[in-house]
């Protein structure tokens, strides 16, 4: 609780549920409404937590292909795995290969980045989107440029919608997927080689870390991520589309920085981020309670992330008074006991012979 950004991400979580009950009534917390936000955290929080692992390992890093990559992944599940289980005759089959053939095509789509800018070295911004571009035009291609309809499959349906002791499924599996990445990130090898490779590319090469070996496994758990997130997209709407969620790059980003993410590298918390979204999908749940715009609602995303990028980069100690600034920078005291040499004479400057 010492972390300053996780006790502000508290305070605007808790500000915002103050505020639509102020605003919208009693019934934005009702059941049902808390139940409605949770399925839809999951979407974004797992985008999220991908563009959080991309900035971390730093160089610029970050992926926008993640809503690309989910929808492709679902579309391709959607196409494929009819011709081999029928979802009436076995549903279970069904839901569990569709699962397995988007998982696939995760992690495809990940390996596909990772080599781009590990291999071919390429600046992951211009990598990614170019992905993304492509993820995009083969799912066009693949649909005609329209929706592909699930109809109802009762376990598929369950997983996106159903709740467990008042949880929905595909929540609890984000918080497990949270859990797992954020014990990864603090207590094992890959975790440390991560956050030393996002801090100082140069010293992790020279402590014999394979940088490229980093990048590839980081994207490509990258795309596991967005195709995970595409199975709760499928299972909730019940049809896939190539532009579903074509805002979703810019919320995960701003999800991310929001939640202290450092964009150079070097830093993130997933609890920080899994916060940020819930915050977020809260404040979008109060503007439709209020009626408000997408257009406007877009507006304010990118109005907040403008806004967090900036005051990242101020230097709050800049707007103290001179004498408070000179005294945070001021050398810290001897300890006690500590015996300072006394001063000598000055040697005096040679003279020319």
């Not at 599996?173 to 975790?191: D, Q, S, Y």
């Not at 801090?199 to 967005?226: D, E, P, Q, W």
């Not at 001897?334 to 003279?351: D, K, V, W, Y």
Request: charged share 10%; aromatic share 8%.
């Amino acid at each position: 609780m010492s972390d300053r950004q996780l006790n502000f991400l508290i305070l605007v979580n808790l500000s915002v549920l103050v505020a639509a009950v102020a605003l919208a009534g009693p019934e934005f917390v009702n059941t049902y409404n808390l139940q409605s936000m949770a399925a839809q955290v999951p979407e974004l929080g797992l985008l999220a937590i991908g563009v959080m692992l991309a900035m971390v390992s730093g160089n610029g890093g970050i992926d926008l292909s993640g809503i690309a990559l989910a929808n492709l992944s679902g579309i391709v599940a959607a196409i494929v795995v009819p011709h081999w289980v029928s979802p009436d005759a076995a549903p279970m089959a069904y839901t569990l290969s569709f699962a397995g053939v988007a998982l696939v095509v995760g992690v495809i789509g990940g390996l596909i980045n990772g080599l781009l800018i590990s291999r071919a070295e390429l600046t992951p911004i211009i990598a990614t989107l170019g992905t993304q571009l492509a993820f995009t035009g083969v799912a066009i291609v693949l649909t005609n440029g329209s929706a592909l309809g699930l109809g109802y499959i009762e376990p598929l349906d369950d997983f996106g919608n159903a709740p467990v002791f008042g949880v929905p499924i595909c929540f609890a599996l984000f918080i497990v997927i949270a859990v797992v990445i954020g014990v990864v990130l603090r207590f094992t090898p890959f975790g440390m080689r991560l956050f030393l490779l996002g801090s100082n590319a140069k010293a992790a090469r020279y402590a014999g870390i394979n940088l490229r070996r980093m990048i590839l496994v980081t994207y490509t758990l990258c795309g596991v991520l967005a195709s995970v997130a595409g199975i709760i997209i499928a299972a909730r709407t019940s049809s896939m589309k190539w532009d579903y969620g074509s805002s979703y790059v810019m919320i995960a980003i701003l999800i991310a920085v929001m939640a202290g993410v450092r964009p150079d590298g070097g830093y993130g918390r997933v609890i920080c981020v899994v916060l940020s979204a819930t915050a977020l999908q809260a404040l979008s749940s109060m503007f439709n309670f209020l009626n408000i715009s997408n257009f406007f609602r877009d507006c304010a995303w990118g109005l907040l992330l403008l806004i967090f990028l900036a005051v990242s980069r101020v230097d709050l100690r800049s707007w103290l008074p001179r004498r408070d600034r000179e005294a945070g920078s001021a050398p810290s005291r001897p300890l006690p006991g500590a015996q300072c040499p006394a001063p000598g004479p000055a040697t005096p400057p040679s003279r020319p012979e």
